[in-house]
């Protein structure tokens, strides 16, 4: 297969990227397209790792007030950084999951009609929660597209009155912002929605999306996993309420590190039920008698975290900020332009969004039975993983023209023999 025409601009946006690539040892071993699903372990990544054993093994204990706590602090600044807000309104988390599962234990109020709650948003958002304070709001909408933690949250609090409406995906690609109108309504506590779907790599429209759920008095929680490192984002332009995400994919920095960002009023007005000595305002005072929740973004954080992980994590980040998120976008992007070019010419069915403003990191080809196709790359040394229905094709900054058409080529008569 031949790169006939590089897409527009394409000379100029890789030029430098891909000295970076000697940073990443994966890539000399694989022809690595599985981005999305876990980011390649920078050099940097694993120095960092090593700085963390050393003050471990040297300092002991000493080590959390000499150096960790700075660095889960520094960390929360590489995350303020990412979404325009600066670090002390972040939430260190383990993963979304429990980021989310914070906000969800902070809702309850909201989903059972008692006014307190909605009355401190109405005041602190200056429009109407509810057009009765008193109105239970017991349904949070999600979509098809959107990865299961961020609808389980909500199934899990059936048994509280919380109903989960999932809205479908009528080209399986996004959900139109109409279909979010038509279905939110006065008993909508919030919806929550991928910022990019891990599905198909689509962008959503949040500012839209804002909008329509604070005419409706409803919050808008965003998973922004898919998208960090990858759209440039500034939380406050978009007006979401909540805005989780973290570091396995597009910012290099493995698991165990993920965070929660609340609007600051937000954060004001909901206490979360769920909750770890980290979030103490008095920390260090060892009161086990009251709680008095700190003032900041910690108010949403929970026990001891995984500082290893967390120093794997600034390792990416560093990468992050050194290449920065427009330059990391517009690679990508176009890669993954190329990638769509390629598999139409080959005649694969190719599910994601033709235009790259809409698009993050992900090229879904439609494949029914797509687990031994990916097992048959893999064996080739190609790694692209597999969803239900799709195989998800994801070039990275660090990837080459040539590698996206080699796994184009391969993929085209693995897809064809299953056809
Ligand atoms: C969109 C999205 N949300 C969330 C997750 C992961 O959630 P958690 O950090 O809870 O494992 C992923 C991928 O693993 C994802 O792609």
């Known amino acids: 297969m031949t790169i006939t025409s590089a897409p527009s601009g394409q000379a100029a946006r890789d030029s430098g990227l891909l000295r970076y690539r000697p940073e990443f040892p994966l890539l000399s071993?694989?022809?690595?397209?599985?981005?999305?699903?876990?980011?390649?372990?920078?050099?940097?990544?694993?120095?960092?790792?090593?700085?963390?054993?050393?003050?471990?093994?040297?300092?002991?204990?000493?080590?959390?007030?000499?150096h960790w706590m700075d660095e889960l602090a520094a960390l929360r600044d590489d995350f303020g950084w990412l979404i325009g807000r600066p670090g002390s309104e972040v939430a260190l988390a383990p993963n979304v999951s429990v980021a989310?599962?914070?906000?969800?234990?902070?809702?309850?109020?909201?989903?059972?009609?008692?006014?307190?709650?909605?009355?401190?948003?109405?005041?602190?958002?200056?429009?109407?929660?509810?057009?009765?304070?008193?109105?239970?709001?017991?349904?949070?909408?999600?979509?098809?597209?959107?990865?299961?933690?961020?609808?389980?949250?909500?199934?899990?609090?059936?048994?509280?009155?919380?109903?989960?409406?999932?809205?479908?995906?009528?080209?399986?690609?996004?959900?139109?912002?109409?279909?979010?109108?038509?279905?939110?309504?006065?008993?909508?506590?919030?919806?929550?929605?991928?910022?990019?779907?891990?599905?198909?790599?689509a962008v959503q429209d949040l500012a839209g999306l804002a909008r329509i759920c604070h005419r409706n008095g409803a919050l808008l929680i965003a998973d922004g996993y898919q998208a960090s490192g990858l759209i440039p984002t500034d939380v406050a332009a978009l007006d979401v309420d909540a805005y989780v995400s973290g570091t396995l994919k597009w910012l290099f920095g493995g698991p165990g590190n993920a965070f929660l960002w609340l609007r600051p009023e937000i954060r004001d007005a909901l206490d979360p039920t769920t909750t770890g000595w980290f979030s103490s305002a008095r920390q260090f005072a060892f009161d086990v008698e009251h709680l008095d929740l700190a003032t900041d973004g910690r108010k949403f954080e929970m026990g001891t975290p995984a500082v290893p992980a967390a120093f794997i994590a600034r390792g990416g980040m560093s990468l992050v900020r050194e290449i920065g998120v427009e330059a990391l976008h517009a690679r990508t992007v176009d890669l993954?332009?190329?990638?769509?070019?390629?598999?139409?010419?080959?005649?694969?069915?190719?599910?994601?969004?033709?235009?790259?403003?809409?698009?993050?990191?992900?090229?879904?080809?439609?494949?029914?039975d797509p687990a031994p196709v990916v097992a048959a790359l893999a064996s080739q040394g190609r790694i692209v993983d597999a969803r239900p229905g799709i195989i998800r094709l994801s070039p990275a900054f660090y990837n080459t023209e040539e590698e996206v058409a080699a796994v184009i080529e391969a993929i085209v008569p693995l897809v064809n023999a299953r056809e």
């Open 100 to 201: 989310l599962a914070s906000v969800a234990s902070a809702m309850g109020p909201l989903h059972s009609g008692e006014p307190t709650t909605a009355a401190r948003l109405a005041e602190a958002w200056g429009f109407a929660v509810s057009p009765r304070p008193t109105a239970r709001r017991p349904r949070v909408i999600t979509t098809a597209l959107d990865f299961p933690t961020v609808g389980h949250q909500w199934l899990a609090r059936r048994s509280l009155g919380v109903e989960l409406v999932v809205l479908p995906s009528p080209d399986g690609l996004t959900v139109p912002l109409a279909d979010f109108e038509a279905a939110i309504d006065e008993r909508t506590a919030a919806v929550a929605t991928g910022h990019v779907y891990y599905t198909t790599g």
């Open 336 to 368: 993954g332009t190329l990638c769509i070019r390629l598999a139409e010419e080959a005649g694969v069915p190719v599910q994601a969004v033709r235009d790259p403003a809409w698009r993050a990191g992900i090229v879904a080809i439609a494949v029914a």
């Open 29 to 66: 071993a694989t022809t690595y397209l599985n981005t999305c699903s876990l980011g390649a372990l920078p050099a940097r990544g694993r120095h960092k790792l090593d700085e963390f054993l050393d003050q471990w093994e040297r300092l002991g204990a000493s080590a959390w007030y000499s």
